[in-house]
Nanobody, 122 residues
Framework: QVQLVDSGGGLVQAGGSLRLSCAAS????????MGWYRQAPGKQRELVAG???????NYADSVKGRFTISRDNAKNTGYLQMNSLKPEDTAVYYC????????????????WGQGTQVTVSS
């Protein structure tokens, strides 16, 4: 089994910064894709940023220029650096990973972290 633990959320004033971490452990052959999603009360869960195993990235329009996603493949860990935070960034942020969990199959499975709360005050 694979486990994802996301962390780094907290309370910050508008204009401040936070860095989220996502640590994957367990039976991992490779992580093909890692992404960060967020969900605010009353809103749908949305993709914030994603990164492939080769380092290609994509971002939601609302965070382009402010957030940076990265990964350390050797540590099976992903990061989301969030700068110039706005109150509208307030949400629970979830890490997601597409993982090849076994050398005996070609199945790729999706795993989620437990979520970490980010609150931005004005």
């Amino acid at each position: 089994q694979v486990q994802l633990v996301d962390s780094g959320g907290g309370l910050v004033q508008a204009g401040g910064s936070l860095r989220l971490s996502c640590a994957a452990s367990g039976s991992i052959v490779s992580i093909n894709y890692m992404g960060w999603y967020r969900q605010a009360p009353g809103k749908q869960r949305e993709l914030v940023a994603g990164i492939t195993s080769g380092g290609s990235t994509n971002y939601a329009d609302s965070v382009k220029g402010r957030f940076t996603i990265s990964r350390d493949n050797a540590k099976n860990t992903g990061y989301l650096q969030m700068n110039s935070l706005k109150p509208e960034d307030t949400a629970v942020y979830y890490c997601n990973a597409l993982v090849s969990p076994s050398p005996f199959t070609t199945t790729i499975r999706s795993y989620w972290g437990q979520g970490t709360q980010v609150t931005v005050s004005s």
